[in-house]
């Protein structure tokens, strides 16, 4: 089965820390992606890309940065965090557009 | 316009009760079509790939109909362990992008 890890389960941080997500894939998948997950909103593509080196602003890029220099690892980056950013941070992966997603467990971020 | 509309319930059953689930997409170019679960606290986990002539997998069944753009998720004699959140999900015309509607939310009772 592919698994897509996620470095922390639970992250408390303060306003205006840099802060990294890490997300790391295990079976070779070109799709890798960012989405957070509030209540009443659904989730929310931030970033995603197709490749090592390429990435694609998703629906709300404001705030975040990505870096994929590996093709098995993906990383947000909050540059400044706020509290808004709160939320439930989930990374996925896909070999290709056919298949669905495989999903890390999420990070539940808190900025304090 | 959403790219993917469901209603968001919720949906409260007993156990053994027949409950249905329907969404629609706005992109009749859309190419892929999914039912996710996602458990409290959790991540969303695939749960059947929707295919145009119907598909069924154990108590679960799911419908597309392409015309009205529509896709349902059947779900029969239902057990406490159903109780989740079912996301509805479209893949656009974009390689590899999907879309997820904001999920049903179904508790089965005893």
């Known amino acids: 089965d592919v698994k897509v890890t996620q470095s922390s389960r639970y992250l408390v941080k303060r306003t205006g820390e840099k802060v990294f997500l890490e997300c790391v894939q295990d079976?070779?998948?070109?799709?890798m992606f960012w989405y957070r997950q509030d209540p009443g909103l659904g989730l929310r593509l931030i970033y995603f890309?197709?490749?090592?080196?390429?990435?694609e602003k998703g629906d709300i890029p404001e705030g975040y940065s990505v870096s994929r220099e590996k093709k098995e690892r993906f990383s947000l980056i909050l540059e400044s965090a706020s509290t808004n950013q709160t939320s439930m941070y989930l990374c996925?992966?896909?070999?290709?557009?056919?298949?669905?997603?495989?999903f890390g467990s999420g990070t539940r971020l808190t900025v304090v | 316009r959403k790219e993917v509309e469901q209603d968001p319930g919720p949906f409260n059953v007993p156990e053994g009760a027949t409950v249905a689930f329907n969404c629609t997409y706005s992109?009749?170019?859309?190419?892929?079509f999914f039912w996710y679960r996602q458990d409290c606290r959790k991540e969303p986990k695939l749960l059947m790939s929707?295919?145009?002539s119907g598909n069924e997998d154990g108590r679960f069944t799911a419908q597309l109909n392409r015309a009205s753009q529509y896709i349902s998720l059947l779900i029969r004699d239902s057990k406490l362990s159903d109780s989740a959140t079912y996301l509805c999900v479209v893949r656009g015309s974009t390689l590899g992008r999907l879309y997820f509607g904001r999920g049903t939310q179904l508790t089965v009772w005893p």
């Open positions: 890309s197709y490749d090592v080196k390429m990435k």
């Open positions: 929707v295919y145009s």
């Open positions: 992109n009749s170019a859309s190419q892929s």
């Open positions: 996925a992966s896909s070999k290709d557009g056919r298949d669905g997603y495989t």
């Open positions: 079976m070779d998948h070109e799709n």
